[in-house]
């Protein structure tokens, strides 16, 4: 069982680069374990400290104005390589959700089955987000799984995102593919003694 994701209330963190890329999330040099523990130390290395270790103040990490649960990213998120330690790391920072116009593929799906919710908004209602965020690093956004909705307060505009529904049912109710099957076995049991 994972944690349930229904409604997120959360300040943010922007990152407002397109094309960011597996390698940039997680280098590959970090990819030697097999568990997702430890991930997130190493979320974005290359942008957050340099090659002496020393953490890169100019780098939206290490600003204490901006925290929160929620990645905004700019367009293309998660594109390259298809490592599924990209979504563990972005998890294992802390981030339940990233919000960005455009997805890899891959990437999206590697997040939804990690229990990491990813939002695709408008390119506009993701510049406004943005906005919101460079001019106030204290503003919240609601991301509201059940109604498929998520709400800038800053500028009191909602907008609704897709999700496959199967994806939907198992973060709403904190449950991974084996979690789903288990928790369907009587009906599943039921359905093959019918076949019999």
């Not at 094309?19 to 097999?34: C, E, G, H, S, Y």
């Not at 990209?86 to 990437?107: C, N, P, Q």
Request: include cysteine.
């Amino acid at each position: 069982m994972k944690e349930k994701f229904t409604i997120l209330t959360s300040t943010c963190v922007p990152l407002p680069l397109e094309n960011v890329d597996t390698d940039q999330i997680i280098p590959a040099r970090f990819l030697k374990a097999t568990v997702k523990e430890g991930f997130g130390d190493n979320l974005f290395r290359d942008w957050r400290y340099d090659k002496e270790d020393n953490p890169n103040p100019d780098f939206v990490l290490n600003q204490p104005a901006y925290k929160g649960d929620i990645l905004v990213a700019g367009k293309n998120f998660g594109c390259g390589s298809s490592r599924e330690h990209a979504a563990w790391a972005i998890a294992g920072y802390g981030f339940r959700a990233v919000v960005s116009s455009f997805f890899a593929d891959i990437f999206k799906n590697n997040s939804l089955n990690n229990g990491l919710l990813p939002v695709v908004v408008s390119p506009e209602f993701l510049a406004e987000i943005l906005t919101s965020l460079a001019k106030d690093p204290a503003a919240t956004l609601t991301i509201d799984l059940p109604a498929q909705s998520i709400a800038n307060h800053a500028t009191h505009h909602t907008a609704f995102f897709e999700i496959n529904p199967y994806k939907k049912d198992c973060l709403v109710n904190g449950l991974d593919d084996i979690d789903y099957l288990l928790a369907n076995k009587a009906r599943i049991e039921a359905y093959e003694k019918k076949r019999l």
